[in-house]
C-alpha cells in the first residue's frame, strides 16, 4: 500500500511544517493555519468547488512561531523570540544560537516527516529549513518571499532552487520573480482584508489608562530587540520635544499620550527597562505599553514608525506616520551598496513615490522627527494628502477576487493542491 493510500485508510494526519521567525511570520502563520483548517472543513462538507465532497484529512502543525501560532493549534519546536536579530553583523554574532534552533527543528521534520513546508519571511534562518526540506522531496512553500528586489537580486537562484512556490504579498513581486524563472503568484497581503478594530475609542483608553480627551501618538521602534535598542533612544527624544511643545502651546491641559505596543516576540519587561533609562522626565506617565499595534494605530493621531511590517499596519489603519530606522554603522555601510530600490518603506515602494517621509540613519534625529511630525498631526494639507496616498497603498496590497477569499485563504488553496499531490 502507497503511502497516499496509507494515510487515507487510516485517516492519518497531514503533518504541515511552518516557520516563521518574527511578530509579523506568526501572525501571518496563525492566519494561515486556520485558513487551512477552515478549507478542509468546506470540502469535507461539499462546499467547495469540487463536484462532491472530499473527506479532508486531518492537519497537524508543529514548526517555528510564537504565541499567535501557539494559540491557532501549531506545536512549537522553536521559539520565535529566539529568532529575532535583525542586520547583517547582528546575524553574524547570532550564527551559533541560530544553526542550533535551526538543527532542533531539522530533527523534528525528521521525526514527524511534514507532507509540506512553509516557511514565511526570515530568510537568514529559513534557507537553511527550505534547503534540509527539499534534499529530504519535501515541497517547500515561501510565503512572504525575502525582499530580493530591494538589494541582493543574485540571491532569487535560491528560490528557483530550494522553493516549489513562492506566494507574494505585494503587487509588484510577481512579475519581479516570475521573471527571474520563480514560480511566484501574489495573493495580497495578509493584514488587507483586516476589519478595522471593533473596540471603541473610550473603551481602549479606559483599558489601557490612556486620557481619550487627548491626542494619541503610536511609538513603534520595532519587533527585534537590537532594532529596539538602536531606534527607541531617538524616539523618545522625538516624545520628550512633541510633548513640550504642546504644553507650551496648551497650558490648560494639553499634552500628548504616546501608545506603545509591545511586539509578542519581546517582553513589557525589556521596553520598561529601556525607559527608565533613557526616559525624559515630562513623559513620566505618558507612554502607555499596549498590546496590539492596530487598535492603537487606528485610535492615533499620527505615529513614529520603524521600517518593517508596522509601516504596513499603519497604511492599512489610514494613520499618518513618520518613518524611522537605524542599524549599526558597519551593517548600513556594508548594506547600502547593494539596495536596488528608490525607497526603504514599504508604503513608498508600492506607491513609487514619497508617501510619507524616511528618516534613515543620519538622518534619523529627534528635530527630524518632531518636524515632520509637526507637519502631519495638525489639520491641513500635508495631512490629507498623507492620508490620501495611504488609502491609495492599501488598496493596492488587496487582490481583486471575485470569490470574496482573504489573502490566507487564497495561500491556502495553493498549499492544500500541494498536499492533495502528495496524499
Not at 526540506?133 to 528586489?149: A, S
Not at 481602549?204 to 481619550?212: I, T, V, W
Not at 489610514?318 to 537605524?326: A, D, E, I, N, S
Not at 490629507?384 to 495611504?390: C, F, K, Q, V
Request: glycine fraction near 6%; proline fraction near 6%.
Amino acid at each position: 500500500m502507497s503511502h497516499r493510500e496509507n494515510a487515507r485508510v487510516y485517516n492519518c494526519p497531514v503533518q504541515i511544517l511552518v516557520s516563521a521567525g518574527e511578530a509579523s511570520g506568526d501572525m501571518y502563520g496563525a492566519q494561515l493555519m486556520e485558513a487551512l483548517r477552515r478549507g478542509a472543513e468546506l470540502r469535507s462538507a461539499g462546499r467547495t468547488n469540487a463536484s462532491a465532497p472530499t473527506q479532508a484529512l486531518p492537519l497537524k502543525f508543529f514548526g517555528a512561531g510564537g504565541e499567535r501560532m501557539l494559540a491557532a493549534g501549531c506545536e512549537i519546536v522553536v521559539d520565535a523570540k529566539d529568532l529575532a536579530v535583525v542586520g547583517i553583523t547582528e546575524i553574524v554574532s547570532h550564527l551559533p544560537k541560530i544553526l542550533g534552533l535551526y538543527r532542533k527543528l531539522i530533527r523534528a521534520a525528521d521525526e514527524k516527516q511534514p507532507t509540506v513546508a512553509v516557511v514565511i519571511d526570515s530568510p537568514a534562518f529559513n534557507w537553511r529549513v527550505a534547503r534540509q526540506m527539499r534534499k529530504r522531496g519535501i515541497p517547500v512553500v515561501y510565503y512572504v518571499c525575502p525582499q530580493f528586489w530591494a538589494w541582493r537580486q543574485g540571491r532569487v537562484k535560491l528560490l528557483r532552487k530550494y522553493v516549489d512556490k513562492a506566494l507574494v504579498i505585494f503587487p509588484f513581486e510577481e512579475n519581479f520573480y516570475r521573471d527571474r524563472g520563480v514560480d511566484a503568484t501574489f495573493v495580497g497581503h495578509p493584514l488587507s482584508d483586516l476589519p478595522p478594530p471593533a473596540i471603541t475609542r473610550d473603551a481602549y483608553a479606559a483599558e489601557n489608562g490612556l486620557d481619550a480627551a487627548k491626542l494619541w501618538i503610536t511609538l513603534m521602534p520595532g519587533s527585534r530587540r537590537k532594532e529596539v535598542r538602536m531606534n527607541l533612544p531617538t524616539i523618545l527624544d522625538a516624545a520628550d520635544r512633541l510633548e513640550k511643545d504642546r504644553l507650551e502651546k496648551d497650558r490648560l491641559g494639553g499634552g500628548y499620550e504616546f501608545l506603545l505596543p509591545v511586539a509578542r516576540t519581546l517582553d513589557a519587561s525589556f521596553f520598561q527597562g529601556l525607559m527608565e533609562r533613557r526616559q525624559a522626565a515630562s513623559l513620566r506617565g505618558k507612554i502607555h505599553l499596549v498590546s496590539e499595534a492596530l487598535p492603537a494605530l487606528f485610535h492615533s493621531r499620527a505615529g513614529i514608525v520603524a521600517s518593517g511590517t508596522a509601516t504596513v499596519e499603519a497604511a492599512l489603519m489610514g494613520t499618518p506616520f513618520v518613518m524611522v530606522y537605524r542599524v549599526s554603522p558597519l551593517t548600513y555601510a556594508l548594506g547600502k551598496p547593494r539596495v536596488k530600490v528608490p525607497y526603504f518603506a514599504m508604503v513608498n515602494l508600492i506607491a513609487e513615490k514619497e508617501v510619507v517621509p524616511e528618516l534613515v540613519q543620519q538622518k534619523f534625529t529627534a528635530e527630524n522627527v518632531v518636524a515632520e511630525m509637526n507637519k502631519i498631526i495638525p489639520d491641513g494639507e500635508p495631512r490629507t494628502r498623507m492620508m490620501e496616498g495611504l488609502a491609495a497603498v492599501n488598496k493596492k496590497l488587496k487582490k481583486p477576487d471575485q470569490d470574496g477569499r482573504c489573502p490566507a485563504d487564497r495561500a491556502a488553496k495553493v498549499i492544500q493542491q500541494l498536499i492533495d499531490s502528495r496524499t
